[in-house]
């Protein structure tokens, strides 16, 4: 009598994995929980999804909160996007003082004006709209990207062929 003997069947899966039913009704394999998902006890059957704003930690044995992070207006990428910014911005509106200054030239009168000047102004505002990515988001900002993105991407591609 005693202790039974172990079996393929009979072996424990660890928390952070799930039990997958063989064709022998007691007997199973044990596979890792998916991403984003864990099992806390024995032998468990499923694995359970983490709530919104959670990940699994390493051993799928529970769920962490992901903090938000936001590019800060301090940090290096951030000063290279606002640089990148400026120096764009500027030079935008550099080829926009030229371009108004020659308006009279052969070169400026045989392009289409209005359409270039709408080009220079979408592609300003495209330079300054990409600092709204610094820091943390609010609701207006979010929409306002949302509306920039979805407006000023097909109408900039569409003057420009």
């Known amino acids: 009598r005693g202790k039974p003997h172990d079996s393929i069947c009979s072996l424990d899966c660890k928390p952070g994995s799930r ?3 063989e064709t022998k009704l007691c007997c199973w394999t044990c596979e890792p929980c998916p ?6 006890s024995i032998n468990s059957r499923v694995c359970i999804a983490c709530s919104p704003g959670e990940i699994s930690n ?3 044995t529970g769920c962490l909160v992901v903090l938000p992070t936001y590019l800060e207006y301090t940090h290096p990428a951030g000063l290279v996007l606002i640089l990148f910014a400026i120096i764009g ?3 935008t509106l550099f080829t926009l003082v030229v371009f108004i200054r020659h308006a009279d030239t052969p070169i400026v009168k045989a392009s289409s004006k209005e359409l270039c000047l709408v080009m220079l102004c979408g592609v300003f505002i495209g330079y300054l709209s990409s600092l709204l990515s610094l820091g943390k988001p609010t ?3 979010c929409m306002y990207i949302f509306v ?5 991407d097909p109408l900039l591609s569409s003057l420009s062929s």
Do not use: V
């Not at 920039?148 to 000023?152: A, E, G, R, T």
């Open 19 to 21: 039990q997958i039913q």
């Open 35 to 40: 991403l984003d998902t864990h099992s806390y």
């Open 58 to 60: 390493d051993n799928r």
């Open 89 to 91: 911005g500027m030079l």
């Open 139 to 141: 609701d207006n900002i």
């Open 148 to 152: 920039w993105d979805q407006c000023s």
